[in-house]
């Protein structure tokens, strides 16, 4: 079939335990400002380190989402196939006769 998606599940779902892993391992924690200094480009590098921080945490969470939104597009792809594998299992087993 040209329009057939073929799926290898627990190799998807397999990846997506790698990226789950690598994503929760992320550590977007800003590193301590820099204090005692009145240089402007410190209070610049603070400013852009809590920045870094917001926007890595706020990745980590669409990541993380992402993650959790395929693996229910993965179940249900899995449980619509064995549905449809069923219904063609019964249609295989040919017409019955339903009046003698």
């Known amino acids: 079939m040209a ?3 073929k799926m290898v599940y627990e190799d998807v ?3 997506l335990g790698v990226m789950e892993n ?3 391992s992320l550590n977007p924690a800003a590193e301590p400002p820099i204090e005692g200094n009145t240089l402007d480009v410190v209070t610049k590098l603070n400013e852009l380190a809590l ?3 917001r926007i890595l945490t706020s990745y980590q969470t669409v990541l ?3 993650i959790e939104t395929t693996k229910n597009s993965v179940q249900y792809m899995r449980e619509q196939d ?3 594998s069923t219904n063609i299992s019964g249609a295989v087993s040919g017409p019955r006769r ?3």
Do not use: K
């Open 3 to 5: 329009n057939e998606v």
């Open 13 to 15: 779902e397999e990846q």
């Open 22 to 24: 690598a994503t929760s």
């Open 51 to 53: 920045e870094l921080e």
């Open 64 to 66: 993380l989402n992402n």
């Open 82 to 84: 064995q549905r449809i």
């Open 98 to 100: 339903l009046m003698s």
